[in-house]
Nanobody, 124 residues
Framework: QVQLVESGGGLVQAGGSLRVSCAASGRTFSNYAVGWFRQAPGNEREFVAAISRRGTTTNYADSVKGRFTISRDNAKNTVFLQMNRLKPEDTAVYYC?????????????????WGQGTQVTVSS
């Protein structure tokens, strides 16, 4: 089992920045790729970013590419999502998820463990 806890969400004005974190406990975290997903009210959960288990490979949704950066610190069992130039349409609950594989996928069904989510609200 891997337990994931997100933190760092909040309210920010459009154009601002926020960093959300995903802290893991349980099994060896460095064996898992990690993805960030988000879900806005009335919308389906969508892929945001993913990082490989060693942190050497990342991929992003087109909607956040160039604005968001995913990173990880395996010594601290934590994955980060730095969000810059935030837009109102980035408002959602952000979830991290872990997949026992090398490189993270965009497919949410492949992930084995999920956190409870953290709310990010961007005001216009």
């Amino acid at each position: 089992q891997v337990q994931l806890v997100e933190s760092g969400g909040g309210l920010v004005q459009a154009g601002g920045s926020l960093r959300v974190s995903c802290a893991a406990s349980g099994r060896t975290f460095s064996n898992y790729a990690v993805g960030w997903f988000r879900q806005a009210p009335g919308n389906e959960r969508e892929f945001v970013a993913a990082i490989s288990r060693r942190g050497t490979t990342t991929n992003y949704a087109d909607s956040v590419k160039g604005r968001f950066t995913i990173s990880r610190d395996n010594a601290k069992n934590t994955v980060f999502l730095q969000m810059n130039r935030l837009k109102p349409e980035d408002t959602a609950v952000y979830y991290c998820a872990a997949d026992f594989t090398i490189i993270g996928t965009r497919d949410s069904s492949k992930y084995d463990y999920w956190g409870q989510g953290t709310q990010v609200t961007v005001s216009s």
